[in-house]
């Protein structure tokens, strides 16, 4: 008899607790999705450790920052923004954990993240599996936001920065023949190597790939004589900071002395300690101008000034912009409603932010210039910046 009791009574308890648990589900998919304790819910998923850590720490305190001037003004549709964080500690596969977390566990309305390609590709398809919409503030990689139609970036793609530094090489630094260090097994460094290359080559310019690996550790000795036997104008280093500062302390040991170009990556106040002086004259390019007089980019210059003692980086103005603009796209959705705040996202038109202004196209991604760096002594300075329309 106790034990039909015990039965019963465990088949109610199981009852009430799915009941309960598709009630909730209800909410998250309905109105309110990500509010929680009267809060609503922003993820944030980026690399604050490990090997590109510092990506992650200038884009979260510039989310930070936004986050608490969008607060003081009052908060989206009324109520105060929370960010819940996940260090994916520069692991790829930690972009997929974070986003499961984020979605299943954390309640999120929309997931901010990740600023590595290759932790974006991770993280996309599991956004776009629980219809959670993710924007991206600085992953460039095609592939990120391509067929998904709740996945989003604010940065400009690897097509146009590819093309635009082969450009960039071909016309102002007169180059004709490019050596290439190419990460192997990292999507941004491949996928970025790949269309500087097609493009250089359009131009009637010569292209000698040389490989490595996350094997290769900090030992470029055989790299480094692949590039010195290229007999290159320039080197052309589509990887991280990290990466980059060995490779260039190794190439001027050497006694090589060739003018070294890079894309976005190589942008972190890190870069020029870990270089110690061998990146001197080198070129890179970046997402925005600190020195843009705009009233705008100014002012949050100096707030993150005030807060941090520096001037912010590409990757802080770029985690900026992507809370205003999905605060924005919250406002305009009208409730907190995930399609229709994925809906309003693929609306965003000549949204004015630090990094300039722009729309997101229909692909989900953004159109815009890129600002070319120069490293003199201990600064970067801004030399050029380059029209998508130069390019194409
Ligand atoms: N664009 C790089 C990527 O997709 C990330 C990055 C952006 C790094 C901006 C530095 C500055 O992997």
Known sequence: MRSVWTQLMLILTVCTVLVLASCKQEDNDEADAGVVDDKVRIGLFVSTSGDFGTYGQDTRAAVNLAMDEINAAGGVLGKQIEI????TRSLPEQGGQAATHLVSRDNVLVGIGAVASSVSLQAAPVFQNAGVPMVSPSSTN???TQDRDFVFRICYLDPFQGGAMAVFAYNELEARRVAMIVKRDDDYSTGLADFFQRKFESLNGTVVRVNFSRETGSDFSSQ???????NADVLFAPVYYNDMSVIARQIRTAGLDIQMLGGDGWESELLLTGADGALEGGIFGTHYNPFDEAEKTQAFVEAYRELHDKRPSGLAALGY?????VAEAIERAGEFN??????????TRDFEGVTGTFSIDANRNARK?????RIEGDRFVPIRQITPAEVE
């Open 224 to 230: 480094v004589t692949a590039i010195q036997n290229a």
């Open 338 to 347: 995930r399609a229709k705040v994925a809906e309003a996202l693929r609306a």
């Open 321 to 325: 912009d992507a809370v205003y603009v």
């Open 84 to 87: 819940v964080f996940h260090d």
């Open 369 to 373: 210039p890129i600002s070319i760096l």
């Open 142 to 144: 095609p592939a990120v």
